[in-house]
């Protein structure tokens, strides 16, 4: 055990140069990128509005949720509040948190390649990552989920290095901001297998505690609000592009499109039935993950090295089952996919994720207006992008194990 950690250590400090090399010019593209955006989609955008709205808030002295309203998590006040100590307006804080989720994407690519076993897999997994946070960049710096990939990026990276306490910690900030991550909390206790139980308490508490530090105190000082935000998260109807919106508007079994919750949902048709189906249907999935994991390894436990396979089988689960499939929900992926598996199997679940971002992007933003009015091809398209998702999700679940399991 001890030569294993002499020789990670020797490959993190030859591969460390030439991943701060590739951060620096994956921060540069990210900005130059983000600088071409049209104001609607960077500045005025929706998102950005929000954010630099709640930061301003809170400099003038406002409790979230009890002052204003806030759809998200308390965690991702972290996020929204420091670009806003240095700029004078809402174009500068546009630029500044571009800036701030761009380094962070820079992190958790760094901690995404420091969680592989060889410094020729630790290249090829962040070329994997800046490639798909290149090809997502109308969303890669202008929406918060890349604390998300973050998150899961450092339990990972800790996971590979057994040490799992640190991994359930960053689980539980990441479920804080925007609680998807709290689903790759039971790939992490399944490393150690019945032989470890009470090490897997201990994680789950662990977890509990960082969600309860975020949670609590907002909750004691927002009063009703925080319930409210849970709520309005509950209340939302089914997203234009979710699984099941593709599949009915395939069929012709919409009647319109609308706006609300921020964004575009369906309407008519059988898309009550679909919203109806759509928590039946992210159990199921969850649980076929559930069951599959444990037909595979069992009591005997989970080998580290699947533990981001599995993360993205259970966070797939839930993009597929749920009634919203927002853009930047691909971001979550950056850090699981390109460690899904090695060799000809881990290029192909990089190419399938790779393409599914280029068909995310190329429905947001560049043909979102033809999908809204319902046009064939953009509908195709869009099929197309959820079918690969379901591929992806299946593809991870049935990987071979290899000796990557080792």
Not at 357 to 375: E, M, S
Request: with cysteine.
């Amino acid at each position: 055990m001890q030569r294993d950690h002499e020789e990670r250590a020797r490959d993190d400090r030859l591969v460390l140069p030439l991943l701060m090399l590739f951060g620096a010019v994956l921060y540069l593209l990210l900005m130059n990128l983000y600088l071409t955006l049209p104001a609607g989609q960077a500045r005025d955008s929706n998102d950005l509005k929000l954010y630099h709205a709640v930061a301003g808030a809170m400099l003038r002295g406002e409790i979230p949720y009890r002052d204003f309203f806030i759809e998200y998590p308390p965690g991702s006040l972290l996020a929204f509040l420091p670009p806003a100590l240095f700029a004078a307006d809402r174009a500068a804080y546009s630029l500044y948190f571009a800036s701030e989720m761009a380094l962070v994407l820079v992190a958790g690519m760094i901690l995404t390649a420091l969680s592989t076993r060889r410094p020729s897999q630790a290249v090829e997994s962040a070329l994997v990552f800046a490639l798909g946070a290149l090809i997502l960049y109308p969303v890669s710096t202008a929406r918060y989920d890349p604390v998300v990939a973050l998150t899961l990026a450092a339990a990972a990276a800790c996971a590979a290095r057994g040490r799992s306490l640190p991994a359930f910690a960053a689980l539980g900030f990441g479920a804080a901001a925007k609680i998807v991550p709290a689903l790759a909390v039971f790939p992490l206790a399944a490393l150690g297998g019945v032989r470890r139980l009470r090490h897997a308490v201990l994680g789950f508490g662990v977890f509990l505690l960082v969600v309860a530090l975020f949670l609590v105190p907002a909750g004691l000082l927002g009063g009703q609000g925080l319930a409210a935000s849970f709520g309005y998260q509950a209340e939302r109807g089914l997203q234009l592009e979710s699984l099941a919106s593709s599949v009915l508007l395939a069929l012709g079994a919409v009647r319109r499109v609308g706006f609300s919750y921020g964004a575009f949902e369906v309407h008519g048709g059988w898309v009550d039935l679909a919203v109806s189906l759509s928590f039946p249907l992210t159990a199921a999935l969850l649980s076929v993950c559930l069951l599959l994991l444990w037909r595979r390894h069992g009591p005997g436990g989970m080998p580290p090295a699947l533990f981001p396979r599995y993360a993205a089988a259970f966070i797939l689960a839930f993009m597929l089952g749920s009634k919203v499939l927002s853009p930047q929900y691909m971001i979550w992926l950056l850090p699981l996919v390109p460690l899904g598996a090695e060799g000809a199997f881990g290029v192909f679940l990089s190419a399938v994720f790779l393409t599914a971002c280029y068909l995310t992007t190329q429905i947001y933003p560049f043909h979102y207006h033809q999908l809204v009015v319902g046009h064939e091809p953009e509908v195709m398209l869009l099929l197309a992008r959820n079918a690969l998702l379901v591929i992806l999700w299946v593809a991870l679940l049935l990987a071979p194990t290899g000796k990557r399991a080792g």
